[in-house]
């Protein structure tokens, strides 16, 4: 079992920064691939970006050139530093891990930018 809990979510104005954090807990050999997730109101679920266990990372082309994802292996722990955010950042960000083909949510953190 893995458990995530995410942190750093809060109210931002537009232009400004935040960094996300989820750290990872639990019974595991080591996890593959990790990324953040966001679902804004009435809307499915996106992703966001991931990056593997070798550092490969992929983004959304809405966020691309914006946020930054990074991992520290030895922490067990993702990053999504966002920058330059816009209104429509606005969302609940989730964290995702997988390890040996399952996959494990976090609770959410929200994230609000106002213009």
């Known amino acids: 079992q893995v458990q995530l809990v995410e942190s750093g979510g809060g109210l931002v104005q537009a232009g400004g920064s935040l960094r996300l954090s989820c750290a990872a807990s639990?019974?595991?050999?080591?996890?593959?691939?990790l990324g953040w997730y966001r679902q804004a109101p009435g809307k499915q679920r996106e992703l966001v970006a991931t990056i593997t266990s070798g550092g490969s990372t992929n983004y959304a082309s809405s966020v691309k050139g914006r946020f930054t994802i990074s991992r520290d292996n030895a922490k067990n722990t993702v990053y999504l530093q966002m920058n330059s955010l816009k209104s429509e950042d606005t969302a609940v960000y989730y964290c995702n891990a997988e390890v040996l083909l399952r996959y494990y949510w976090g609770q959410g953190t929200q994230v609000t930018v106002s213009s």
């Open positions: 639990g019974s595991f050999f080591g996890i593959n691939a």
